[in-house]
């Protein structure tokens, strides 16, 4: 698997978590295969953006001028919940984490959000 599959699923388990919060290990062993589980990186990421929700929620209210994290869709909230984790995993650079998750809101979110998604994660 790739990195930007994983990271798509990693997406997938925080969205489920933002609308309906299970216990993180329970969303990896939902989401991912035996093989997947291999990149502890990405659980990283899952386990971090959920933990973190609120001092992410935080950062993400500064940032936004006229908006607020709560009115932003919740497939919009799980892609920057998992952004913030990246970077404070640091472990990858932010060129690479702004780009992959710009490309999964292109795919998911609604055809102008992905600037929004940019320009959050450009900002933080």
């Known amino acids: 698997m790739t990195r930007h599959i994983n990271r798509e699923k990693?997406?997938?388990a925080v969205y489920q978590n933002q609308i309906l919060p299970r216990p993180v290990e329970?969303?990896?062993?939902?989401n991912f295969t035996d093989e997947e589980i291999e990149d502890t990186y990405i659980l990283d990421v899952v386990r971090t953006a959920c933990?973190?929700?609120?001092r992410y929620h935080g950062y993400i209210d500064e940032v936004l001028?006229?908006?607020t994290f709560n009115r932003l869709g919740e497939i919009e909230q799980a892609i920057l919940l998992c952004g913030c984790a990246e970077f404070?995993?640091?472990?990858?650079?932010?060129?690479v984490i702004i780009d992959e998750y710009v490309r999964l809101a292109k795919k998911y979110c609604e055809a102008?959000?992905?600037k929004l998604i940019n320009g959050v994660l450009d900002r933080i």
């Open 10 to 12: 990693a997406v997938i």
């Open 51 to 54: 933990e973190n929700t609120d």
């Open 88 to 95: 404070d995993l640091k472990q990858v650079q932010a060129a």
């Open 112 to 114: 102008d959000s992905y």
């Open 65 to 67: 001028e006229g908006w």
């Open 26 to 30: 329970e969303l990896i062993k939902d």
